[in-house]
């Protein structure tokens, strides 16, 4: 089963709200080598990097790089702005 980009985002908003830690501002974070290593993350998404860097350009979540890399980027916070 195929997912288009705003399902896998939905998907994405659900497990960073899973596994992130919510701020005093509302907003999420979780590091980006807890979501790349979390086993049911690995059996949703394909191309997580694919749908953050969609969700990024459409200002669901901010992170600190252009393109996250598993290990050099572990400890980068994913930032969910729009629960």
Not at 31 to 56: H, M, P, Q, S, Y
Not at 74 to 81: A, E, I, P, R, S
């Amino acid at each position: 089963m195929t997912m288009n980009v705003d399902e896998e985002i939905e998907r994405l908003k659900t497990e960073i709200g899973r596994l992130g830690t919510k701020n005093d501002d509302g907003s999420v974070a979780v590091k980006f080598g807890t979501l790349f290593n979390d086993e049911r993350c690995a059996n949703i998404f394909e191309a997580l990097v694919g749908t953050l860097r969609a969700a990024k350009k459409r200002k669901i979540v901010t992170f600190d790089s252009g393109m996250l890399f598993q290990g050099v980027h572990d400890n980068v916070d994913v930032v969910l702005v729009k629960p």
